[in-house]
């Protein structure tokens, strides 16, 4: 039986719920000034919870601030307010050089664009970034192999992304993001240049991913019937998360 405490983000899962939250963000506050006449106030007591190993969708119409939210949670940029905690460490008060290691440790990155080096193969793409974390190449090799089959593109490891399609290459920077085992997934848009079909097989791809790693991940995207089949679902409304 699950008892809510008080005051916590409702909806955890149970199975996966102990150890620390993925993200928490507590009545976070995002105002834009510099060199605006007017103030735009883009997230206002803005808070949420994933569980380790959770897959929440945030849908809100474009210029809501999902974005903003999604740098705010990977410490790409400071709230001008309230609390970031990622993997149970709380950030506000720490240094730059601080938040970029959490944020190398424990925060993967997909984007609705790849971003993979081209001249590169896809097991190089997925490995670069552990061998950058220091890990040795045997190591960052068949930790990319591991997750270029578990996305079904071992036959396509040794092909640069030229030679994939637009999914395949969007599976090899889904596998680039989970390769240092981080805690914490953000996907902006990650099917945002796919055809439905190709999306929504990405997408179970990703969530099963997430699950299986046992990591949590805020996935934004336009597409409410795919959010739907996430474990959760999240709008932004006036700066604020409120359950979808
Ligand atoms: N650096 C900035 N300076 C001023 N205003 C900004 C800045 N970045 C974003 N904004 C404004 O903040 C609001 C939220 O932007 P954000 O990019 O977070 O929205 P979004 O929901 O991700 O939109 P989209 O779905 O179109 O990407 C918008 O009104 C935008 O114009």
Redesign the pocket.
Do not use: I, W
């Given at each position: 039986m699950s008892d809510p405490t008080p005051g916590a983000a409702p909806e955890t899962n149970s199975e996966t719920a102990p150890g620390p939250a993925a993200l928490e963000l507590t009545d976070v506050e995002r105002v834009?000034?510099?060199?605006?006449a007017e103030e735009?106030r883009?997230l206002h007591g803005a808070s949420l919870r994933i569980a380790a190993g959770e897959v929440v969708a945030l849908v809100?119409?474009?210029?809501?601030?999902?974005?903003?939210?999604?740098?705010i949670a990977g410490l790409l940029d400071r709230a001008d307010g309230g609390a970031v905690r990622i993997a149970g460490t709380e950030t506000a008060g720490l240094s730059d050089g601080r938040r970029t290691a959490i944020r190398r440790r424990d925060v993967g990155f997909v984007y609705q664009f790849h971003h993979l080096l081209r001249e590169f193969s896809a097991a190089e793409n997925v490995a670069l970034p552990m061998r950058a974390a220091g890990a040795s190449r045997r190591a960052a090799d068949a930790r990319a192999a591991e997750l270029l089959e578990a996305v079904g593109l071992s036959p396509r490891a040794s092909h640069r992304p030229a030679e994939l399609s637009g999914g395949e290459q969007q599976r090899v920077a889904i596998c680039r993001a989970l390769v240092n085992r981080p805690r914490l997934l953000l996907a902006?848009?990650p099917t945002g240049n796919l055809d439905p079909g190709t999306s929504e097989m990405v997408f179970e791809l990703l969530a099963g991913l997430a699950r299986t790693e046992g990591l949590g991940a805020l996935v934004?995207t336009?597409n409410l019937e795919l959010a739907a089949r996430m474990d959760r679902v999240l709008r932004?409304d006036g700066g604020r998360v409120v359950a979808g």
């Open positions: 834009y000034s510099q060199g605006l735009v883009v809100a119409p474009s210029g809501s601030g999902k974005s903003t939210l999604l740098h902006d848009e934004a336009h932004l």
